[in-house]
């Protein structure tokens, strides 16, 4: 028999490779920012056709948002990564001429996601009640800071207001300094962003079995209320756990801790067994009550003393060899330099037709025989106007160009992040002039 | 009607229908909480989930030791609607027939008891195993750790996440790479899995045929985020601590005000402007330094700014601040446009649970083993035809109150 680790491989590389997944499902988004964005991305990683709607010119205001201020080739690769594999539809709400496309495009979708203030939808004329009445099917998620409905639901939000409203923000930071630290890389938009996503693909299924499609309320709040377990903690002792540095209220002893040679290892001892392993190492590491919260910190200082007299490697030799919780702690170079991650396809080398060669983060998930893609990154403001305006709503050059004259669709301004790069000639591209797929 | 009340008349539960009340489920998570979490997300949707058990170690597992019935709270919390068994000779029966089956345990250990996927997919082609382990089950590394257990702490330090946590002006010990308060690397791992298993129950319907899907709990954060890919090639440079500055919005964080504290953020360059404009700090405005500007990866350069917006924000009061921030846009129908920051008080958990807004919504709910009520999150999500909902926890049902 093959070893299990070569078994497995050989199903992710060699085994069947079927069609795309979600192959034809039609999605349209109104969103900005993260929250929104991020569920289209998932869906498209699995072959769907996502088409986002923006403003002409300026686009979405997340097209500027770059890492400490740097485009790329004149695109903002945070952006064109949080948008990849969508077509970019660019039609002025304020315009009812245009909020009658993103009705019609509503129409034909299967799956709409709008992550505006609350309400906002409604008035615009494209809220779950009005799509519904003339699409049924349709699957409409409306993600908020804290739901559609409710006293706070119009309040506007944003990761850190979620955080800090869920009172997770609490509980992040040194025990003994007055400050309080995000979760960062906007965890209070992604990790939602995850449930409207769990939550679509479950309204699909159903779909499939009934026709009937159905409206979801995703809030950050509640998505990130979901998983904090203090709250069942605070109403079984009545008391607030609140920050406690490194250590994880659930494992003893638990930390990160500097090496010998001057790197940081975090160790997370979760059951009996892990501690009896690691107490084989270090001396004095006795177990009993060892989750109280002072016990934790005497265990901890012994941890401590042992790995300041050892090696990151040797540390991470013990782990294997005997089978506790160990790590080092990365990171972004070392991530993005990690051969493991490479060979997983969780970072891939993309070759873009309008950028070039880009390492991206892969699919957010490994599939055998449905991988997940990444085939191109977002696209200038109103790129794929005459693209989708005929290919969904079968209009017309003619027909174009006067909403294109109407000021009804339009395209990027010059910006650096909503344009094309400087060598782009339009003349050149079938994709932008709706003659070819990307 | 208000839209208040249309939108609470249609998400009611009434006696709706569960989205996969036809799927069943099994989970073998053994203490991985990031698998338990992906079937406790199906079992909130309805499918029927067994969760099978070797010994008791995961119950053991819990918040400075606290138990409620023998158990941890992670265990009690994610126990909703499953049914918990031992594992036995007739569990397998139920391993072979199962649609979807969750491996938490040890790579290649399910395998080496003759129910990994290699055998079962072999009289039961449908089936979707969801593995959820540190580093997969393929590729040299993960062979390599293959006995290294799992932990969140551990992947989130694989995953890069401490290592951008903290003040980046702090020394010392407090410039250690510091934890997320939360499971936040076992929570997305879990809904990752959960997304994973639903996209191959999708793709079934058209293929009649099962995968395998595998997550990596020492990568869900990465690649979700993206942001260490987007740093390692553009800069070469890895990020320090940014918990109080940001690398893309700025001010993005929690500040101190005169009677507690505030999350602040300012999406936009006309919401900083607005910012300066409530505070009254508009002297801060003409300087190149704060407006573009202010996003540097260098901490140095943005500590005066810091420094002097820490101080600004103490002479007002939480209450002046959200009202002042809210007065920015009501009203005008551009508002955004114009610009203001996203100002709100700073929660503690007893204020949480204070606001009448979650109790609306149903977003706790209540267990009440022996009379004490203790709260439990609820799903959380909300949804018109298949509401999710919970209906067990720790096996017994849970009344609706």
Redesign the interface.
């Known amino acids: 028999m093959t070893d299990y680790f070569s078994y497995v491989e050989s199903l992710f590389k060699e085994g069947e490779k079927r069609d795309p997944p979600l192959k034809g499902l039609k999605v349209v988004e109104l969103t900005h920012f993260v929250f929104g964005p991020n569920v289209g991305r998932i869906l498209a990683q699995f072959g769907a056709e996502v088409v986002k709607i923006e403003t002409p010119g300026e686009g979405e205001r997340y097209r500027i948002a770059t890492i400490f201020g740097r485009f790329y080739n004149r695109t903002n690769l945070v952006y064109g990564i949080q948008n990849a594999n969508k077509y970019f539809i660019a039609a002025d709400a304020r315009n009812a001429k245009a909020r009658e496309i993103i009705f019609e495009l509503a129409k034909r979708a299967d799956v709409f996601v709008e992550n505006l203030r609350a309400g906002l939808a409604d008035a615009m004329g494209v809220g779950y009640a009005q799509i519904s009445k003339v699409n049924p099917r349709i699957i409409y998620a409306s993600c908020s800071g804290f739901g559609q409905y409710g006293p706070l639901s119009k309040v506007p939000s944003f990761d850190v207001a979620a955080q800090g409203v869920a009172s997770l923000a609490v509980k992040t930071g040194w025990e003994d300094v007055e400050e309080f630290y995000k979760l960062p890389d906007y965890f209070g938009d992604f990790l939602p962003s995850m449930m409207v996503v769990f939550a679509v693909l479950n309204a699909l299924y159903y779909r499939d079995k009934t026709g009937k499609g159905q409206y979801i309320d995703v809030s950050q709040t509640e998505s990130l209320l979901r998983f904090l377990y203090d709250i069942t903690y605070f109403s079984l002792t009545g008391e607030e756990i609140g920050k406690t540095g490194n250590i994880d209220p659930c494992a003893s002893p638990s930390g990160i801790f500097k090496t010998a040679d001057e790197k940081f290892v975090a160790i997370a001892i979760m059951t009996d067994q892990q501690f009896e392993a690691l107490s084989t190492l270090i001396e004095g590491l006795r177990n009993g009550e060892r989750f109280r919260r002072d016990r934790i910190k005497e265990l901890n200082q012994l941890v401590e003393d042992w790995v300041a007299k050892h090696k990151l490697d040797e540390i991470m030799e013990y782990a294997k060899k005997l089978g506790f919780p160990a790590s080092p702690v990365l990171g972004d170079v070392e991530v993005f330099n990690d051969p493991w991650r490479w060979e997983r396809r969780s970072i891939v080398k993309l070759l873009d037709r309008l950028y070039g060669e880009i390492p991206v983060p892969g699919a957010f998930v490994a599939m055998s025989a449905t991988p997940g893609q990444v085939k191109w990154l977002a696209r200038p403001v109103g790129y794929h106007n005459r693209l989708i305006l005929k290919k969904w709503l079968g209009m017309s050059d003619q027909e174009i160009e006067k909403l294109e004259k109407d000021g009804v669709i339009g395209y990027w301004d010059e910006q650096p992040g909503c344009a094309p790069p400087p060598i782009w000639d339009a003349e050149k591209d079938p994709v932008f002039r709706g003659e070819k797929d990307e | 009607m208000s ?2 009340e ?3 008349k ?2 009611a539960e009434d006696n709706k ?1 569960f ?2 009340e ?1 799927v069943k489920v099994v989970e073998i998570a053994g ?1 991985n909480f990031a698998a338990a ?1 992906a079937g406790s ?1 199906l079992a909130e ?1 309805g499918a029927k989930v067994v969760r099978i058990e070797f010994d008791d ?1 995961a119950k ?7 138990k ?1 019935e023998g158990c ?3 265990y ?2 994610e126990s909703r609607n499953k049914e918990i068994v031992k594992f036995s000779e007739s569990a397998k029966e139920l391993i072979n027939s199962c649609d979807i089956l969750i491996d938490g345990m040890k ?2 250990y399910l ?2 008891l003759g129910i ?3 055998q079962i997919s072999e009289k039961n082609p449908g089936l979707i195993y969801v593995a959820v382990s ?34 980046p002006y ?1 020394t010392g010990k ?1 410039s ?9 690397a076992w ?2 791992a879990g ?6 298993a ?6 079934r ?3 009649g ?1 099962g ?6 709990t ?2 869900a ?19 320090t601590r ?3 500055l ?4 700025y001010p ?3 500040y ?1 005000v005169k009677d507690g ?5 300012t ?2 360059d006309p919401d900083f402007r607005a910012l300066l404009k409530i505070i009254d700090r508009w002297d801060l405005e003409p300087d190149y330094r704060y407006s ?2 202010r ?3 260098d901490p140095e350069r943005l500590k005066v700014l810091d420094e002097e917006l820490n101080k600004t924000l103490q002479k007002y009061t939480v209450k002046q601040l959200v009202s002042r921030a809210r007065k920015k ?1 009501k009203g005008k129908i551009l508002g ?1 446009l114009l610009g ?1 920051p ?12 204070n ?4 109790r ?2 149903n ?2 709910i209540k267990f009440n083993p022996d009379g ?15 509401p ?1 909902r919970i209906f067990k926890i720790l096996g017994k049902e849970v009344k609706k109150s």
């Open positions: 839209r208040d249309a939108l609470m249609l998400f229908p989205a996969l036809d203490e979490i997300l949707f170690q053991n597992i819990s918040l400075f030791g606290a409620v941890g709270i992670p009690l919390v790579p290649g395998d080496s990994g996927y290699r540190p580093y997969g089950h393929f590729t040299n590394k993960a062979r390599e750790f293959a006995n290294v257990p799992d932990s969140d702490l551990t992947a989130q330090a694989y995953n890069g996440y401490p290592s951008i946590i903290g003040n702090l407090y250690y790479p510091l934890r997320a308060g939360i499971w936040a929570t997305m809904l990752n899995a959960a997304c994973g639903m996209i191959a129950l999708i793709e319907k058209k293929s045929k995968q395998f899907v595998d997550v990596a020492h990568d954060l990465a690649v979700i985020h993206t942001f260490p890919t987007i740093v390692g090639f553009l800069f070469g440079k890895s990020r940014y918990g109080t940001d690398y893309i919005i993005f964080g929690y101190r504290y505030v999350a602040l953020a999406p936009t573009l500007d996003i540097s990866d846009t955004r203001a996203i100002i709100v008080k700073l929660n503690k958990l007893q204020e949480l649970l606001d009448p807004h979650w609306l919504r977003s706790l004490k009520g203790i709260l439990i999150p609820n799903t959380a999500v909300k949804m018109s035809e298949t999710p």
